[in-house]
C-alpha cells in the first residue's frame, strides 16, 4: 500500500499537501455514500441527546466467609519461609496465651483464698452479679505482693 502512494509524497512539502488533500477528496466521496449504506440508523443531532448518568459496573455480592468449599483468598502466595516464621510466631503466641491464662488461674485462686480468709467467700458471685464492689471491700481483699504476669 505505501508503495503505491509513493509517487504521490515525492516532491516538496507543498506538493504532497496537495496530493494528499486530493486524495481525501477522491476518497470522501464513496466512503460517505458507504456510510448511508453500511449505517441504516439515521445519527440524532447533540442537542437531542441527554447526558449520560452514572452506572454501576457490576454488582456488588458478599463474600461468602465460612463456605466450606472456599479455600482461603490468599493461600500459598507467601514464601515458604515466611509460612514457617508465621507457625513459628503463633506458636510463641500460643504458648503466651496459655502461661497468662495459667497465671490468671493462680491468681484468681489467691483472690478467693484471700476471700476465704477475710470471711467473704460469696464477694466474686456478688460482684459479677452487681456494678462492683464497695471500696471497704476491696481494702479488705488487696494483697500486697501477688505477682504481675501479664
Not at 476465704?116 to 462492683?132: N, V, W
Request: hydrophobic share 45%.
Amino acid at each position: 500500500k505505501a508503495l503505491e502512494l509513493e509517487h504521490l509524497l515525492t516532491g516538496t512539502v507543498a506538493q504532497t499537501a496537495q496530493n494528499l488533500k486530493a486524495m481525501i477528496a477522491r476518497r470522501k466521496g464513496p466512503a460517505m455514500d458507504d456510510n448511508r449504506m453500511v449505517y441504516l440508523e439515521a445519527v440524532p443531532p447533540i442537542e437531542s441527546l441527554t447526558p449520560v448518568g452514572k452506572a454501576a459496573l457490576v454488582k456488588a455480592i458478599e463474600p461468602a466467609f465460612g463456605a466450606s468449599d472456599a479455600k482461603p483468598l490468599f493461600n500459598g502466595l507467601l514464601p515458604r519461609f515466611v509460612m514457617q516464621e508465621v507457625e513459628v510466631h503463633k506458636a510463641a503466641l500460643q504458648s503466651l496465651i496459655d502461661a497468662c491464662e495459667s497465671d490468671t488461674k493462680l491468681a484468681n485462686a489467691a483472690a478467693r483464698q484471700a476471700l476465704a480468709e477475710k470471711g467473704l467467700p460469696g464477694s466474686i458471685a456478688a460482684h459479677e452479679a452487681t456494678d462492683g464492689f464497695p471500696e471497704s471491700v476491696w481494702a479488705k481483699v488487696r494483697l500486697p505482693t501477688l505477682p504481675r504476669v501479664c
